[in-house]
């Protein structure tokens, strides 16, 4: 009956934990570093999405100039005629230069998500095996 609760109890306790159980500091730094870039790589995520959601798809009339602006309180002008041909007549945008923010906002934000969490994998899986880090 004890040796069912053991087995359990390994599976239950992560790499992490079992590194700072053991006192293992450069495996607890790794799982530290690992976490860390994982988080700030969805936090960029997260920003990248919110500032694209806020640009393409909230609208709203400012009413000192009585201009249409974006979620993000830019100047909306009518769209050229092949963009509008794409995307309908009733399509607005910001102009050509803050297109081409937008566009290396989103992707290269996207990038360095990736490369955080890559980063995070890497650091996971990097350096030798020490005590802590297999099953007993």
């Known amino acids: ?41 969805g936090l960029v995520a997260i920003g990248v999405f919110v500032v694209g959601f806020l640009a393409y798809f909230v609208f709203s009339l400012d009413p000192s100039t009585h201009q249409q602006v974006d979620g993000l309180g830019r100047a909306l002008e009518p769209s050229p005629w092949f963009i509008r041909l794409i995307f309908g007549q009733e399509r607005l945008w910001p102009g050509w230069g803050w297109w081409l923010t937008d566009f290396v906002w989103f992707w290269g934000g996207l990038g360095i998500a990736y490369g955080l969490f890559q980063l995070g994998e890497r650091t996971n899986m990097s350096g030798p095996a020490t005590d802590g880090d297999h099953e007993r």
């Open 1 to 41: 009956m004890v040796s069912a609760f053991a087995n359990t109890r390994k599976v239950v306790h992560s790499k992490s934990y079992r590194a700072i159980r053991t006192g293992s500091m450069e495996t607890t730094m790794k799982a530290l570093a690992r976490n860390t870039c994982k988080v700030l790589a």
